[in-house]
């Protein structure tokens, strides 16, 4: 019977309790001006899962893969798209706003 050891389980919870650690320390250690470069890199990031998912799709051949990679390609598309959305409306916050002169200013112009 193939699995997993009670040891092999321990080590894989270590080292994910471990990057969960070193991943919450470095993001709030980023200044808020590196967090639109860094979801960039992030949303870059989550298009080569994205590929990986079609790639998994694509050698699926029961029923319970098919929807598996289905639900994987689905849910990486969403997860690209919207960190794309995202990044696009925190960009919008650093450009300049136009104000529209109001009718004392303009009436001050002339």
């Known amino acids: 019977m193939h699995g ?13 309790a471990l990057a969960v650690f070193v991943g919450f320390e470095l993001i709030t250690k980023v200044p808020a001006i590196l967090h639109t470069p860094l979801m960039s890199a992030t949303n870059a990031i989550h298009g080569i899962v994205l590929v990986g998912a079609i790639v998994v799709a694509a050698v699926a051949h029961d029923a319970g893969s098919d929807v ?4 994987a390609v689905f849910l990486g598309t969403l997860n690209v798209a919207g960190g794309f959305v995202v990044t696009d409306r925190m960009l919008e916050m650093f450009k300049p706003r136009t104000t529209q002169p109001t009718a004392p200013d303009r009436d001050r112009a002339v």
Not at 4 to 16: K, R, W, Y
Not at 68 to 71: D, H, K
């Open 4 to 16: 997993i050891s009670g040891q092999a389980l321990a080590i894989d919870c270590f080292v994910f």
């Open 68 to 71: 598996i990679a289905v639900l």
